[in-house]
């Protein structure tokens, strides 16, 4: 992650700071409060993009292949 959230993620304990990065919300909320608050750029950004991206195609493969197992 780019920048640091405005809860204390780092007197979480491991795992939950781990499950933590599972939540697509964690990186858009970095990348909302790099953009509105601080105004950074893109290059800033990338290590919060790419998990969000990998969110995305994860959920659209999901469904395009639950909607096949539907339709046959």
Avoid: C, Q
């Amino acid at each position: 992650m780019a920048f640091s959230t405005s809860f204390p993620r780092a007197s979480m304990p491991l795992v939950i700071r781990y499950l933590g990065n599972l939540i697509p919300l964690t990186y858009f909320l970095d990348i909302l409060r790099g953009i509105m608050l601080k105004g950074v750029g893109s290059e800033y950004l990338w290590g919060d993009v790419l998990p969000l991206a990998g969110f995305g195609a994860g959920i659209i493969a999901l469904a395009s292949w639950r909607f096949r197992k539907r339709v046959e």
